[in-house]
């Protein structure tokens, strides 16, 4: 009977849904390579903004999914595995593209922080009901461009005011449909295994 109950507690103190994997060295390796993969798989789904160095990619949205599913600790070093990569000459930012450089960079940045405080988040059940997961993504969101968007203005020499237009305003609404897939697809999972906070 206390083996039956064992995982329940678990689960509802802190868990997020990588965890419902047996826990192992192996599993928590096998995950952040697996989310830095995801991220640079969604990245090259990219379409070019007119008038914006920063395209539309599914790079954000990899991000916020994988910090929630994998929870802080992994989802940062998850994001970072992807940032080093990638500076490194791995070409899986959007567009196939590497390095440090380019004027974009600071969503990158800005991705890794929001993995690791939405990641802190699911801990705390964000991913849990549909208006929660909607707030933490909101969140999430809100630090990429909280750093992407000066990032920019500073790399291409634009006012905060252009680099708003050029690399936020275009966003806003691919961002809100990216946001209601992930508040219908975590709560979804979560009922799937038969577990809610």
Do not use: C, H, N
Request: proline share 6%; aromatic share 6%; charged share 10%.
């Amino acid at each position: 009977m206390s083996t039956a109950t064992a995982p329940v507690r678990t689960l509802r103190a802190g868990t997020v849904l990588a965890d419902l994997i047996p826990a192992s060295r192996a599993r928590d390796i096998a995950l952040v390579v697996g989310g830095a993969a995801l991220t640079g798989l969604a990245a090259q789904l990219s379409v070019p903004v007119p008038g914006s160095p920063v395209p539309v990619s599914g790079q954000t949205f990899a991000a916020l999914l994988v910090g929630t599913a994998l929870g802080a600790r992994r989802g940062f070093l998850a994001l970072a595995l992807y940032a080093v990569a990638g500076m490194a000459g791995m070409p899986w930012f959007a567009e196939g593209s590497s390095g440090y450089g380019m004027p974009s960079f600071g969503y990158i940045l800005g991705m890794l922080l929001a993995s690791t405080v939405v990641g802190a988040l699911a801990r705390r059940g964000a991913d849990r009901s549909v208006l929660r997961t909607a707030g933490a993504m909101v969140l999430g969101s809100a630090l990429i461009y909280a750093v992407g968007v000066p990032y920019l203005a500073l790399a291409t020499g634009m006012t905060l005011g252009q680099a708003v237009a050029a690399g936020l305003t275009p966003f806003l609404i691919g961002d809100a449909l990216k946001a209601a897939l992930a508040m219908g697809a975590l709560p979804a999972a979560w009922k799937l295994v038969g577990r809610k906070g």
